[in-house]
């Protein structure tokens, strides 16, 4: 009677540990599932901003070169003498040396010009070739002669002697005469090696593949592939119209958009794709990943719990009591493991990209887990704090003055739960703050998302330090407005400048200085152009010396100078006209060779009529061109 007993006990027994753990397998299964593409969308969205914030790190300067050298006014004056110059080796020289100082300078791979009079092609070694209509490998330039923008990026093979056609990237502007006419393409390159690394790179650590897909769908870099080769993203992938319609009219610059799609009518696995719009580069960066590999994860790991189990239940008909006592422990465990498995998977994901992680329960206005409170802890606030004042603490003990309003706003639960209500899954602030000595620039992102388990609303925030790239956001913007070779302010920036002033204080008299270096041509001709421009960077070292740190000074042209500055009266500015003479009126020596400097000067004053800087420039031209015809080291003025 006991023995039958204890066979229906331990049948009982047995049946309800199989139908338990076939459950606790299933959910457990689920669970991981979930986790799992979790961590593939969180990983993807990290991965993507870290390319696109380096790819418009790295293409920032090159960008800007192109720029400059299209914009300058002893290029474009060198490449309209081309036609006069078609069999004098010393131009081709001049245009060599030219190109070769700046390849040498930045440390790119390519410097190139083409002329649209000859369609001569110039690089760092001379004169390379004579581009030809009809040949597909001159495609890019005679397209390019229909554009209209500042720049514009193509990956091809470079041809020039030395190259071993390798593929590049090419940041492309045309050069322009005052009246608009068309003399020049000029640009530099960049060997598509280093840009895959980079994007291989971020592959290998995230497991993830990483695409840079232009408006009609080709791959321009990945990995394993270039432009050159006219790959097609979505044909390659098999993706559904939809997305590729999705993904190429999405041009929310620093916005990201994202999609889980298949690959054609028959694959069992789901692609998670992630697209962000690179306007510097016109260009869509495109992460893509697959479960294919999580699914058959996934299974192994289901069978390898089905045979566990299995174990399991024999030994428990060995020796029931003392197993159904270890099983219930082993529940317990297992069920942790699990979460704890989840927790582990995500935090080793981000960890690795962000200085401090954290988790609030906004739907109980309180820290989530044991490191947030501990935070807390650390600035003063007690164990038990709710969360929003637990961050006002914060903001006060850490924040900079001026952004501890817009943090408190941005993170406060009420703020939260309206954004996640409204579909917005993410929020983003930037600030500086301190952790006991100087302030820094940080960048908090919070992922708002719902438990599955009790329905609450949480939020992981990420902090990652960003004063280098705000320290460097910052440099670029004051180098925009500086000239390279001299430090004095550009053309563009000058005229900025004086409008300004005219507009502040339209009543104060003001003079503007034009000065020209006299035949300073003669020096280029004679000694090169690296002479040359210590000609010219002396000569802006010797001017910035006779006026006021304050006093707005520019270089407008390549030996072309201007000054801004408020004067009492006439007599005043004579006497300042002919104290610049005096000083900029010496003999220039530098390597092995002395030139004497002179300038020509011509002058403006502002009036009812000359109220802006069209006007004003005008006026000092004139001037200047008046001191020119005079014999030249002397000024004019024009009241």
């Keep these: 009677m006991k023995k039958n007993i204890l066979i229906r006990t331990n049948f009982l027994v047995c049946l309800i540990i199989i139908i338990g753990f076939l459950m606790t397998a299933f959910l457990s299964y689920q669970m991981n599932y979930t986790a799992s593409l979790d961590n593939i969308e969180q990983v993807s969205s990290l991965t993507s901003e870290g390319i696109y914030y380096q790819l418009t790190t ?6 800007n070169i192109s720029l400059t050298m299209a914009n300058d006014s002893l290029l474009r004056s060198t490449l309209a003498q081309e036609l006069e110059n078609l069999e004098n080796p010393d131009y081709i020289d001049t245009l060599r040396e030219y190109l070769n100082s700046y390849r040498l300078k930045y440390n790119y791979d390519s410097v190139f010009l083409v002329s649209t009079a000859t369609h001569r092609y110039y690089n760092f070694e001379g004169l390379d070739r004579t581009l030809e209509p009809g040949n597909p490998e001159n495609d890019w330039y005679y397209d390019s002669l229909s554009l209209s923008q500042d720049y514009w990026i193509n990956v091809d093979n470079d041809e020039v002697a030395g190259a071993d056609n390798k593929i590049t990237v090419f940041i492309n502007c045309n050069i322009y005469e005052d009246n608009g006419a068309l003399l020049g393409t000029v640009g530099v390159g960049l060997q598509i090696d280093s840009l895959q690394a980079l994007i291989q790179e971020y592959e290998n650590q995230y497991h993830v593949e990483a695409y840079l897909v232009d408006q009609d769908g080709l791959i321009e870099i990945a990995s394993h592939y270039t432009g050159y080769e006219k790959i097609n993203f979505f044909s390659l992938f098999d993706y559904p119209e939809e997305i590729r319609q999705s993904l190429l009219y999405w041009n929310k610059g620093e916005a990201a958009d994202s999609f889980w799609t298949t690959q054609g009518d028959k694959s069992s696995s789901e692609d998670y794709l992630i697209t962000r719009y690179i306007p510097e580069l016109n260009w869509h960066l495109v992460v893509r990943q697959d479960t294919g590999k999580l699914m058959t994860d996934l299974q192994q790991e289901m069978l390898r719990s089905a045979i ?3 174990l399991i239940i024999v030994f428990i008909l060995i020796v029931i009591t003392r197993v159904i006592r270890t099983f219930n422990r082993q529940i317990v465990a297992l069920t942790q493991s699990v979460e704890q498995e989840k927790r582990s998977i995500f935090k080793k994901a981000t960890e690795e990209l962000f200085d401090d992680i954290y988790e609030l329960d906004i739907t109980r206005n309180r820290p989530a887990n044991e490191a947030t409170v501990q935070y807390f802890m650390s600035l003063g606030a007690q164990a038990n704090t709710p969360y929003d004042e637990a961050l006002k603490i914060v903001a006060e003990k850490q924040i900079k003055a001026e952004f501890r309003q817009g943090y408190i706003d941005t993170f406060k639960p009420e703020n939260v739960i309206r954004a996640y209500e409204a579909g917005q899954d993410t ?11 100087a302030y820094f620039w940080m960048r908090i992102t919070a992922r708002i998302l719902r438990q599955k388990s009790d329905g609450s609303l949480h939020m992981l925030t990420y902090r990652q330090n960003i004063d280098a790239e ?10 925009a407005q500086l000239d390279e070779m ?3 302010l550009t053309k563009t ?5 004086i409008e300004h002033l005219l507009k502040e204080k339209p009543d104060q008299l003001y003079a503007f200085f034009i000065l020209d270096i006299d035949t300073f041509k003669q020096a280029n001709d004679l000694y090169g152009h690296a002479f040359g421009d210590s000609v010219i960077e002396q000569f802006a070292a010797v001017l910035r010396t006779q006026f006021r740190e304050q006093d707005m000074i520019g270089r407008i042209g390549g030996d072309e100078f201007a000054v801004f500055i408020p004067v009492p009266d006439l007599a005043w500015v004579k006497t300042r006209a002919q104290q610049l003479l005096k000083a900029l009126h010496y003999t220039h ?3 092995g060779n002395s030139w004497g400097v002179s300038t020509s000067i011509g002058i403006a004053l502002t009036s009812r009529e000359a109220q802006n800087f069209e006007t004003l420039y005008r006026k000092a031209d004139d001037a200047l061109y008046m001191s020119k015809k005079n014999g030249r080291n002397n000024y004019t003025l024009k009241p």
């Design 58 to 63: 790295l293409f920032t300067k090159p960008v």
């Design 308 to 310: 566990i189990i299995l």
């Design 427 to 437: 929020l983003k602030y930037e600030f500086m703050m301190s952790t006991g000595g």
């Design 470 to 479: 705000k320290r460097q956001e910052n440099r670029l913007q004051e180098l």
């Design 486 to 488: 001299t430090g004095l």
């Design 493 to 497: 920036a000058t005229r900025r400048h």
């Design 589 to 591: 020596t530098a390597m």
